[in-house]
């Protein structure tokens, strides 16, 4: 019989936090990673629906099972005592479960996977790398943090880079388990066997969060203090000082056959030679790289002929009856229909796919603040069915253009329409965009408009940092190119803990580099590594003005960089998301340091962005309000649909005062003005 599990989810806190972190929680990904664990016998979450109601049907339509768990007040999560409850009920009377997920970042749960363990089963843990306690990960056989579940931590680029800690303590981790083998007479050791005993030792260890899509991978990258061979199809490891008896001493086997995936024909040790390279674009296809963007878009989930039927539907509905339902109670009739039709449409699809026709503008909330909860009109420009579809197709092309990639019209086809010779409906999306003024072609290439070959040369948000770019020097003898802007990049993400100024010196330093190369035409100069880039520098150079100098007006002009640079609908959105809550957090939290007040509780460990909003917008120093007001106004003018997120935020967390309600009234009220 295969592998059985019982999963147990505490949705507040999941959902909570994921509300706090910018996150648009999806189910799917979760549940594809625990059906790889094994069959799922029992599913179950745990929470207030009144108060996530937006996910029951997700969480429906994968067959689990919602708990209803009543609030006694705001804020309280009474989830742990029932679901402790219940999974010791499991465990009691149903002996073929054997594996046991607790997914919660809430300590709390600790005893209970303490217990599970004496009961002989495994235990699995699951929650929130920034949140989840240590007690809970030390109790667990296995922990794996939320976002490597669902995706968030690696992929063909990297979005949460590991910091030099992080990545010193799994190689400690490495040597230790390596030890263990050597003193039993282990040696060479299978590398699954090798990460079997490093679990043990500390049962969060996982490759993702070191930067790495599989452990072969990230131990070419150790090879420094270990000795790869491979025997039977299968590698094994050794420390590097191992000697290898004659069954071992083989010709080295060359690491680039494996990192590419061929087939291993024989037997050898690996030498240290890697092509593995975590950064953005490097080294990719052009096709690569479109899928890339595919991804942070969100349209690899839906396939071609779902995607059409449900536009399809989208415009027909807001055609017959326009201004008549907001967003949600449209997707919801949708899905009520699809449901009687027999078809598997979730509501996050749907909710997928309607942004693909928000984020080009295809909708019309005539004076409201764009919302899921206000009547919804088609655009006024669009006149037809194809038009909408082309419309809302157009973001992809749009998407790689912003990027700076070329244009293969068949490439584009063959990813959009899984069609390569439909290239003729490409050009139908160019000439959209060409229309709309948001490409316009120079030299045989489409780009964003603008006066040179950076389209944002211009832009008043980004002055600072293009300053900075413009006057920085770099060191005569320093090679030139994208690949040390690259390198100087990844320097910089090492020292960002450790030295805010080193750290700012080096992105902008890449960041000249990589302006230099996409001026000059340079293949595989990127904008799109370029913003990066000068997000990231904006970044460090905020908090070295503010944390280091305690030049906290003089910060803010690179912290409204970053906001505007990261974008919702943009791929740095989902790349630097992680930096997103504490840059806002101390964005608001520096209006008390800058008048000379004691912050207090707003502590960037324990408050969110929207506690501390609230905490500002309702100071009894009136000087602070019309600071935080000012500041606010600024970012509604740079990132809207961050402070959108935030008086969501601040709605969700429904606190007793109705003071909470009129903050977020206020923020919604400057997305107007």
């Not at 490439?411 to 490409?426: K, V, W």
């Not at 007006?553 to 959105?573: G, I, K, M, N, T």
Request: aromatic letters at 10%; hydrophobic letters at 40%.
């Amino acid at each position: 019989m295969s592998n059985q599990l019982a999963v147990f989810m505490d949705f507040e806190n999941i959902a909570l936090w994921a509300e706090q972190e910018f996150l648009d929680f999806e189910l799917t990904p979760l549940m594809e990673y625990l059906e790889n664990r094994g069959s799922i016998a029992i599913m179950r979450a745990y929470g207030d629906w009144s108060r996530f109601s937006r996910y029951r049907e997700d969480l429906m339509n994968n067959a689990v099972d919602l708990v209803q768990i009543f609030s006694i007040r705001a804020g309280k999560n009474r989830a742990d005592i029932r679901m402790a409850l219940d999974a010791l009920e499991t465990a009691i009377q149903r002996s073929q479960i054997d594996t046991f997920v607790i997914v919660s970042g809430d300590s709390d749960f600790g005893p209970l996977m303490t217990k599970l363990r004496e009961y002989g089963k495994y235990t699995l843990g699951i929650g929130p790398r920034e949140v989840t306690h240590p007690l809970l990960v030390r109790a667990c056989d296995e922990f794996v943090y939320l976002e490597t579940a669902l995706g968030e931590l690696v992929g063909d680029d990297v979005l949460v880079e590991p910091s030099r800690s992080e990545m010193e303590g799994a190689r400690q981790l490495l040597i230790k388990a390596l030890r263990i083998h050597a003193q039993r007479n282990e040696l060479p050791v299978l590398a699954a066997k090798l990460k079997q005993t490093m679990l043990l030792l500390d049962s969060s260890f996982s490759e993702a969060t070191v930067g790495h899509t599989q452990f072969k991978n990230w131990l070419e990258q150790n090879t420094d203090i270990l000795t790869l061979f491979v025997k039977d199809h299968q590698i094994y490891v050794a420390p590097r000082e191992f000697s290898p008896t004659p069954e071992w001493e083989m010709t080295p086997w060359d690491a680039t056959n494996i990192t590419n995936g061929q087939h291993l024909v024989s037997t050898g040790a690996v030498s240290a030679t890697s092509t593995t390279d975590l950064t953005p674009s490097a080294k990719l296809s052009l096709r690569q790289q479109y899928n890339q963007i595919f991804t942070r878009l969100k349209m690899t989930s839906v396939d071609f002929a779902t995607r059409r039927d449900v536009l399809r539907d989208i415009y027909r509905e807001l055609s017959e009856r326009p201004g008549e339902r907001t967003t949600d109670d449209l997707l919801d009739e949708l899905c009520e229909r699809y449901e009687t039709q027999g078809l598997i449409r979730s509501k996050t699809t749907l909710r997928q796919i309607w942004q693909m026709g928000f984020r080009q503008r295809a909708f019309d909330y005539r004076d409201q603040v764009a919302s899921v909860h206000v009547p919804v009109w088609l655009d006024p420009e669009i006149d037809s069915e194809a038009a909408f579809v082309r419309r809302a197709e157009s973001g992809f092309v749009y998407a790689v253009t912003n990027a700076g990639l070329e244009i293969d019209k068949t490439e584009l086809a063959q990813i959009l329409l899984n069609d390569s010779e439909h290239t003729e409906y490409i050009d139908s999306l160019l000439e959209d965009l060409q229309q709309r003024g948001l490409v316009v072609e120079s030299e045989g290439r489409y780009v964003l408009p603008g006066h040179s070959s950076i389209p944002f040369a211009d832009e008043p948000a980004l002055q600072p940092i293009i300053y900075d770019i413009e006057n920085v020097q770099l060191p005569e003898n320093m090679q030139r190119g994208i690949d040390k802007a690259r390198s100087l990049a990844k320097t910089a993400m090492l020292q960002r803990s450790q030295d805010f100024a080193a750290s700012a010196r080096s992105y902008l330093m890449a960041c000249r580099l990589q302006w230099d190369a996409v001026e000059a035409g340079e293949p595989g100069a990127t904008l799109e590594d370029l913003r990066w880039y000068m997000a990231s520098y904006a970044s460090v150079r905020a908090g070295e003005l503010s944390q280091i100098h305690r030049d906290y007006a003089h910060s803010r002009p690179y912290y409204l960089a970053f906001f505007f640079l990261v974008q919702e609908d943009d791929p740095l959105w989902s790349r630097m998301r992680g930096l997103i809550n504490p840059m806002l957090s101390y964005y608001w939290v520096n209006a008390w340091r800058e008048l000379g007040l004691n912050a207090g509780n707003p502590s960037l460990n324990a408050t969110t962005p929207a506690e501390i909003a609230v905490r500002a917008a309702t100071h009894e120093v009136q000087e602070l309000c019309s600071l935080w007001y000012v500041m606010s106004n600024a970012l509604a003018e740079v990132n809207p649909g961050l402070v959108r997120r935030v008086a969501s935020q601040i709605r969700l967390n429904r606190g007793e005062s109705p003071m909470y309600a009129q903050v977020a009234d206020t923020l919604e009220q400057m997305l107007m003005q």
